[in-house]
């Protein structure tokens, strides 16, 4: 399986490129499974991917990047981590170390998507954050999430 390199060991082009990859294979993907193989685990992975590659890009880019651009990337990473949490807790249980660490980042995708663009958290369609407040409540359930399992 593909396996994205650590965010310290890419340069910023390297991480652009990288998130440019990822999209493209979410996007194929989409494309290529049919709706009733949405749970395949290579479908996991890609997510994995594709959250990784964005978090690397906006750790290395973020300061050079438009805002526009910052948002696009900060949404698609919102709403891989969303996909890949629901799929964490099917295939892993709700206790799993890899479910908290998700947990989290969706955690800060949230807010940072609360604090920057919401109307483009709101566009997403997740479930429990079509408002400011459930969003808000969202992310401190998913923050609590993250310690329990931490614990």
């Known amino acids: 399986l593909l396996r994205a390199p650590s965010p310290r060991s890419r340069s910023p082009a390297q991480a652009s490129d990288l998130f440019e990859a990822c ?18 685990v290579v479908i996991v992975r890609a997510l994995g991917l594709l959250r990784d590659a964005a978090a ?18 900060l949404e698609a990473f919102v709403e891989a981590a969303a996909r890949l949490l629901g799929l964490q807790r099917e295939y892993l249980g709700p206790d799993h170390p890899d479910v908290g660490t998700t947990c989290l980042d969706l955690a800060e995708g949230v807010g940072s998507l609360l604090a920057r663009g919401r109307e483009r958290l709101f566009a997403l369609g997740l479930e429990g954050m079509g408002s400011v407040v459930e969003a808000s409540r969202a992310e401190a359930v998913l923050r609590k999430d993250f310690r329990r399992i931490s614990e």
């Open 23 to 40: 999209s493209e294979l979410n996007l194929t993907m989409r494309q290529r499974f049919p709706p009733s193989m949405t749970r395949h």
């Open 56 to 73: 690397a890009n906006l750790k290395l880019r973020g300061e050079e990047m438009e805002e526009g651009e910052a948002l696009a990337v």
